[in-house]
């Protein structure tokens, strides 16, 4: 958290108060998104640029702030206040087979997020997961699907409940 990234230490990035930035993205609801604590910075590597058959994000890349280690048992090691790493996951999809084992694991990470960063998420990386995950849908198990919905995110959501959106009353689909 202390090395320099663009000249400026990780950790900096938690004192960046998100509201600061909703009068330049309105739409994307800023003042109520939290922190970049909690935050999940997403990107996709595809195999194509559009979101039809065969277009697969064969990588995606989550990087979080987090506690690490995580806390065995409260009771015994009090837990840090604040994160104290980044954290970034790489989920490889070897084989298309591997498609709904890569949109799980990565749902199960980002649905403990409150918001989603990307570079060209709103035109591009989110728009196609959700895709993705609704053709997958029969495939996931349900409980990765009501989680992935439950959680409100900064552009837009992740989501492959039956109604393809969540809105701001959390999943329907989940009950």
Same mark, same amino acid.
């Given at each position: 958290m202390d090395a320099a990234r663009g000249g400026d230490p990780l950790a900096r990035a938690l004192d960046a108060p998100l509201a600061a930035l909703a009068p330049f993205h309105p739409d994307f609801r800023l003042e109520h998104a939290g922190d970049f604590a909690s935050a999940a910075f997403v990107d996709t590597e #595809?195999? /194509?640029?559009?979101?039809?058959?065969?277009?697969?994000?064969? @990588?995606? /890349?989550? /990087?979080? $702030?987090e506690i690490w280690p995580p806390p065995v048992d409260a009771a015994t090691r009090p837990r840090p206040l604040a994160p104290t790493h980044f954290v970034v996951r790489q989920f $490889?999809? %070897?084989?298309?087979?591997?498609e709904?084992?890569?949109?799980?694991?990565?749902?199960?990470?980002? /649905? %403990?997020? %409150?918001?989603?960063? #990307? $570079?060209?998420?709103?035109? $591009?990386? @989110?728009?196609?997961l959700r895709a993705r995950y609704r053709q997958n849908r029969p495939l996931l198990p349900r409980p990765t699907a009501a989680s992935s919905c439950s959680r409100r995110t900064v552009r837009t959501s992740i989501c492959c409940c039956p109604r393809g959106g969540c809105g701001d009353g959390g999943c329907k689909a989940a009950g």
């Open positions: #595809t195999t /194509g640029l559009g979101a039809g058959a065969g277009v697969y994000a064969f @990588l995606v /890349g989550v /990087g979080t $702030f $490889f999809m %070897r084989h298309p087979g591997e709904a084992a890569l949109l799980a694991a990565v749902a199960e990470v980002v /649905g %403990r997020c %409150r918001l989603m960063v #990307t $570079f060209n998420g709103r035109g $591009f990386d @989110l728009p196609l």
